[in-house]
């Protein structure tokens, strides 16, 4: 489930009888429940509008899904060896381990 931009994953408590959920692309905790599959989206989105509104009343900026900065430690060796490669190739480093990934997962969703 995706609203906001933010990411939900669902699973079902079968003892319980309820869904129950997580937002999984931010650090905070956001939960939710519910009992039917439109209680449980409902509950989902109003989760959502409660954790910015929280975060409003307390002057704080939310945690936004997904900066696109992602901080990566690499061996030396392979570091220096892509280093290599993306200047071979006239791109910075970052572009070639961008395009590198996008190859990557066009291949994984294209198999």
Known sequence: MEY??????????????IFH????????????Q???VEGLKKEFQLSID???????ERGE???KPFSGKLTLRLDPDLHR???IRSKKE??????????????????????
């Open 4 to 17: 906001k931009g933010y990411v939900g994953t669902v699973q079902f408590d079968e003892e319980a009888e």
């Open 21 to 32: 959920g997580e937002v999984i692309n931010m650090r905070d905790v956001v939960t939710f």
């Open 81 to 83: 060896n892509l280093y």
């Open 50 to 56: 409660d954790y910015l509104e929280f975060c409003s």
């Open 90 to 111: 006239n791109k910075s480093l970052n572009n070639w381990i961008v395009d590198a990934l996008k190859k990557d997962t066009k291949a994984q969703q294209d198999a």
């Open 61 to 63: 900026e939310p945690d």
């Open 34 to 36: 519910g009992d039917t």
